[in-house]
């Protein structure tokens, strides 16, 4: 069974940093693409960040420059790190990825339960 596992949220006040961590759990066989997503209350859930296979990575206007994300493969990890904050960053965060498990033999999305960050002062 594959699951995706969020941590790293927390109350940071503007101007300060946090950073994101996603586990993937379980036997993989391929992983395409993993994402940041998040939801602030009212509001849509939105593409926050992501990154291929290949190292491509791309991002929401709104984290340009403040956001990046990385992975480590050997720990099946992706990372959020986030610098300035805004209140405005203030959401729950998700961590996406579509992947193929071991045990099938096609490429489904997966998401983690959210972290929440909340920026203020």
């Known amino acids: 069974q594959v699951q995706l596992v969020e941590s790293g949220g927390g109350l940071v006040q503007p101007g300060g940093s946090l950073t994101l961590s996603c586990a993937i759990s379980?036997?993989?066989?391929?992983?395409?693409?993993m994402a940041w997503y998040r939801q602030a209350p009212g509001k849509e859930r939105e593409l926050v960040a992501h990154?291929?296979?290949?190292?491509?990575?791309n991002y929401a206007d709104s984290v340009k420059g403040r956001f990046t994300v990385s992975s480590d493969n050997a720990k099946k990890t992706v990372y959020l790190q986030m610098n300035s904050l805004k209140p405005e960053d203030t959401a729950v965060y998700y961590c996406?990825?579509?992947?193929?498990?071991?045990?099938?033999?096609?490429?489904?999305?997966?998401w983690g339960k959210g972290t929440l960050v909340t920026v203020s002062s």
């Open positions: 996406n990825a579509i992947l193929r498990a071991s045990y099938s033999t096609y490429f489904q999305s997966y």
């Open positions: 379980g036997s993989i066989s391929r992983l395409n693409v």
């Open positions: 990154m291929t296979s290949g190292g491509i990575t």
